[in-house]
């Protein structure tokens, strides 16, 4: 069964930090894209980062210089970590794997981000 599992939300102040993982079964994890998406109260879903099967990484201007998503593909996973917290980064967070038209998505899991 495909899967992946996201893990390492919770409660953090602002300007402090957090490394989320997403820890993939069922899938040839090497082979994939992963991406990061980040869905705010209210709002869509939204990329945050994204990192090919070569390691090349993009990131949306909004996030540039906070927000580092990097993999092991050895360990099936991925990760993403988020520096100099804010409010705004309060939302779930989800991970996605997709190679050609095989798309996965996790669960998700909370950042709540306090004032």
């Known amino acids: 069964q495909e899967q992946l599992v996201e893990s390492g939300g919770g409660l953090v102040q602002a300007g402090g930090s957090l490394r989320l993982s997403c820890t993939a079964s069922g899938i040839t994890f090497n082979i994939y894209t992963i991406d990061w998406y980040r869905q705010q109260p209210g709002n869509k879903r939204d990329l945050v980062a994204s990192?090919?099967?070569?390691?090349?990484?993009n990131y949306p201007d909004s996030v540039k210089g906070r927000f580092t998503i990097s993999r092991d593909n050895a360990k099936s996973a991925a990760y993403l970590q988020i520096d100099s917290l804010e409010p705004e980064a309060t939302a779930i967070y989800y991970c996605?794997?997709?190679?050609?038209?095989?798309?996965?998505w996790g669960q998700g899991t909370q950042v709540t981000v306090s004032s």
């Open positions: 990192i090919s099967r070569g390691g090349i990484t």
């Open positions: 996605k794997a997709t190679w050609f038209a095989r798309v996965v």
